[in-house]
């Protein structure tokens, strides 16, 4: 049985070696990457070590090596690369007639009014697990797949993270609106790789989209959902879950992933919602007021780009505020968070988890009336048809590292014209970097050549909350695709690689963990823990008005 080894912080992490008994062996939990796994398990029984998992997706093991062992096992000319396997957690999630206003705010509901309800579409939820107390997850979920070793019950959530996440995706209960979920018609694969506390290893989560990999054919999945968000300990391509998801995007499964919640400060994107390819959103708030657009604003708990590689993230923001959905009662999250519970089996929480479960669910209703897509397409028409919040002169009222193209609204994206494709001519794999570099004070768009892309030169934010800058957005302009990366480093405008100091990055809480081939411990993945406090939704941030949701416009005269 793969022993599972939860490391809580770099700190405790030590432990171990400090107070352990000298004849103790001591060992480290470890993906081990080669040519191919049959290269990586062979190297790994050669120093010793034990090979818990094969991970095809990224041409790896999981392992357990003797401590003293892993300097001959990075030294393996065989070998690429070596991950220490941090742990994983779920990214957060925060009366009378229960009514969820979400779908309504994408326009999910004027495409469920023409019949396109994600019928046929299967989406891949790697969470905690889905519930199977409720009518639609018992109906729609058609097999499950857990990648952990241990369980307290067969194919449940116990934490509840991933019964919620679905609920908003796919839940066909009604209210007075309509529908409670966004894709009321879609099936669901439950891929389980947290346990119930919402935690899991690397391992786990690359094992979960190991499996997507070799079955998405069989189930017809399109979309994975990851609710997931993790640090970032080097560029996003050295990353093993980022390996994982670019291998899904060019087997032609659309990943949706968010951004986390460690907003409203720059350079605070998590993985794999750092990853360029992916789908990566943030979440506003209606303020409570559907009906109202003016008053909606970024939460600001919302992650705000640029990335560690200088891409435009998040690519879009989506409802990520009071939003309702459906988990167990006798689940960790639930009885952790009483107060959240509004009535029977329904909460309200917040997060930019539950902003990308949004996303996934729009996505399938896309796919549903255009099949054929690919993600880099499904990207492009969710990006192009988003409503940026722009000032009467057209003006933005968010830097794009704030809204990214905008406000997701699925029946421009269902019916309007947006053939294109995302992503450039990038491909999975390969190293880039993107547009932004960080200079005398701001952070600035730029072309490969280091030359300013905005007009005038004065697209420049400097890492407020609020954005006042002149960029004027003409609706049309998609930050799409990144440069080749060189061996260098572009944020400081410079092709040289410099190390950054701390004034720098803007206290954004980003840390590199590691030199890029090894993780240093004590990271636990905030893969789909609930916001559930810390910030009340009609103060501190409030916006006053004055600006307008717009869908695309004309340049300035």
């Given amino acids: 049985m793969k022993r599972r080894i939860l490391i809580i912080s770099a700190c405790l992490l030590l432990l171990p070696v400090l107070f352990a008994s000298a004849s103790a062996p001591q060992w480290s939990k470890v993906i081990v990457q080669g040519h191919n796994v049959e290269i990586a398990a062979a190297a790994v029984y050669e120093v010793g070590g034990q090979v818990d998992e094969s991970l095809g997706i990224i041409n790896s093991v999981a392992a357990e090596i003797p401590l003293d062992r892993l300097a001959a096992l990075r030294a393996d000319h065989r070998v690429t690369a070596v991950y220490v396997d941090h742990s994983v957690e779920a990214a957060a999630t925060g009366g009378d007639q229960i009514t969820a206003d979400f779908p309504e705010l994408i326009g999910a509901d004027e495409a469920v009014a023409q019949n396109i309800t994600g019928e046929g579409i299967t989406v891949a939820v790697v969470d905690s697990g889905i519930s199977r107390h409720f009518q639609w997850s018992r109906d729609r979920v058609i097999t499950r797949y857990s990648a952990l070793d241990e369980r307290t019950r067969p194919y449940d959530d116990p934490n509840g993270h991933g019964t919620f996440m679905a ?15 966004v894709a009321p018609g879609v099936n669901f694969v439950d891929v389980m790789v947290l346990d119930a506390e919402g935690k899991g290893t690397y391992a786990d989560v690359v094992e979960g989209l190991d499996w997507i990999l070799a079955n998405k054919d069989a189930y017809n999945i399109r979309i994975a959902n990851l609710s997931l968000v993790g640090a970032i300990g080097g560029p996003y391509w050295a990353d093993p879950v980022n390996q994982a998801v670019e291998a899904l995007w060019e087997a032609g499964v659309v990943v949706v992933a968010a951004t986390g919640n460690a907003g409203p400060e720059p350079l605070s994107i998590s993985a794999p919602g750092n990853d360029p390819f992916v789908i990566s959103v943030g979440a506003f708030t209606d303020n409570r007021t559907p ?26 923001v989506a409802p990520g505020a009071h939003i309702v959905s459906m988990m167990d009662p006798n689940s960790t999250w639930a009885r952790e968070h009483r107060d959240s519970r509004l009535q029977g089996r329904y909460y309200e929480a917040a997060g930019t988890s539950a902003a990308a479960a949004v996303t996934s669910g729009a996505a399938a209703l896309l796919l549903q009336q255009h099949p054929h897509l690919t993600p880099n397409q499904v990207k492009y ?45 990038m491909i999975p794999g390969g190293k880039y970097v993107g547009p932004t570099v960080y200079r005398d004070g701001n952070f600035v768009l730029v072309d490969e050549q280091g030359n300013d892309l905005a007009e005038s030169g004065d697209y420049l934010w400097n890492g407020g909350y609020l954005w006042n800058g002149g960029y004027l957005w003409n609706g049309g302009y998609l930050w799409n695709g990144g440069y080749l990366w060189n061996g260098g480093y572009l944020w400081n405008g410079s092709t040289e690689w410099q190390p950054w100091e701390e004034d720098d990055i803007w206290q954004s809480g980003y840390s590199w963990l590691g030199d890029g081939t090894s993780w240093a411990g004590g990271y636990l993945w905030n893969g789909g823990y609930l916001w559930n406090g810390g910030y009340l939704w009609n103060g501190g941030y409030l916006w006053n008005g004055g600006y307008l949701w717009n869908g695309l416009i004309g340049n300035l005269e």
């Fill in 381 to 425: 028409a969710l990006t192009a048809s988003a409503r940026p919040a722009v000032y009467d002169d057209n003006s933005l009222a968010w830097s794009v590292f704030q809204q990214g193209a905008g406000r997701l609204w699925i029946p421009d994206a269902i019916w309007g014209d947006h053939t294109g494709e995302a992503n450039g001519d």
């Fill in 167 to 181: 609920g908003i995706i796919g839940n066909n209960e009604v209210d007075g609106e309509g529908y409670m979920g």
């Fill in 291 to 316: 009906a109202d657009l003016s008053d909606d604003y970024i939460a600001p708990f919302s992650s705000a780009g640029p990335t560690e590689m200088g891409f435009v993230k998040p690519d879009l």
